[in-house]
Nanobody
Framework: EVQLVESGGGLVQAGGSARLACTASGVFFDDQDIAWFRQAPGREREAVGCASTISGDPFYADSVKGRFTISRNNAKNTMYLQMNSLKPQDTAVYYC?????????????????WGKGILVTVSS
């Protein structure tokens, strides 16, 4: 019943920027932690970043710190991932996810919701 839909993926030149959006429905969005994950071919799924309703500053993976920014617009039930200075190694399927506020300490508890994923390809 909960649905997350990503948009904004595509092909980007190295050094360029892209902005992903994820719109949620079927849930009260305002009190959900929001996160972005990615999975490159042959790699484990990686947490890119997370922003919690009950914790402090957002978390970002070291590989994207200073380049990626998570934000949200609760009035639109939408979360965003701004990606700057993109590198070929950023090429991956990106997934948005939400979870009841937990300080971004998520387990596999079945309470999270996930988008289907969207491909971002960074050319060199």
């Amino acid at each position: 019943e909960v649905q997350l839909v990503e948009s904004g993926g595509g092909l980007v030149q190295a050094g360029g920027s892209a902005r992903l959006a994820c719109t949620a429905s079927g849930v009260f969005f305002d009190d959900q932690d929001i996160a972005w994950f990615r999975q490159a071919p042959g790699r484990e799924r990686e947490a890119v970043g997370c922003a919690s309703t009950i914790s402090g500053d957002p978390f970002y993976a070291d590989s994207v710190k200073g380049r990626f920014t998570i934000s949200r617009n609760n009035a639109k039930n939408t979360m965003y991932l701004q990606m700057n200075s993109l590198k070929p190694q950023d090429t991956a399927v990106y997934y948005c996810a939400i979870h009841p506020g937990s300080g971004c300490l998520w387990g596999s508890d079945g309470l999270g919701s996930w988008g289907k994923g969207i491909l971002v390809t960074v050319s060199s």
